[in-house]
């Protein structure tokens, strides 16, 4: 009875965890979506839609993830989502500039989101997160590059 409960618990973790990193993607393409209604260089949006496929592109792998594991993805981006959603919002008020600056915020938030989970005890957390590190630290570096060429 008791490795039941530990391995419920286990499984609560893992898939909190996921969920967690899927609200984020899910954030994430959220946030581009609406910094895409902004700008208007051409240049810039190329980047921003690559950005967010990848964000979609892991988001739809975390949900697999989940489903695989016997557990109901999360279904939106939750409180971080709404949080961004209204902030590039108000930054696409400012124009580009300040879309991409809180768009490269959101991207740091997600590599910090990720290391945690390098060395998580879950390795199933582990995997995924070794898994879209890199990916995570490419759309941090092309939303930095950006905003260096925007400045």
């Known amino acids: 009875m008791q490795s ?3 391995e419920h618990t ?3 973790h893992t898939t909190n ?3 967690d990193l899927l609200e984020g993607e899910m954030s994430a393409v959220e946030t581009y979506n609406t910094a895409l209604k902004t ?3 051409w240049s810039c949006k190329t980047e921003l839609e690559t950005a967010m496929q990848c964000h979609e592109e892991r988001a ?3 949900t697999s993830k989940v489903l695989e594991l016997g557990a109901q993805p999360s279904q939106s981006s939750g409180a971080w989502g709404a949080f961004a959603n209204t ?3 108000g930054a696409a008020l400012f124009g580009e500039k300040a879309a991409v600056s809180m768009l490269e915020e959101g991207e740091d938030h997600g590599i910090k989101q990720y290391k945690e989970l390098l060395d998580d005890s879950d390795l199933a957390v582990q995997q995924v997160a070794q898994n879209f590190y890199s ?3 490419g759309t941090h570096k092309m939303i930095k590059d950006l905003k260096t060429r925007l400045a």
Request: net charge neutral; aromatic share 0%.
């Open 4 to 6: 039941m409960n530990n």
């Open 10 to 12: 286990s499984g609560n």
């Open 17 to 19: 965890k996921l969920n």
């Open 39 to 41: 700008v208007e260089n």
């Open 60 to 62: 739809r792998a975390i």
């Open 87 to 89: 902030m590039e919002s």
């Open 135 to 137: 990916r995570q630290e």
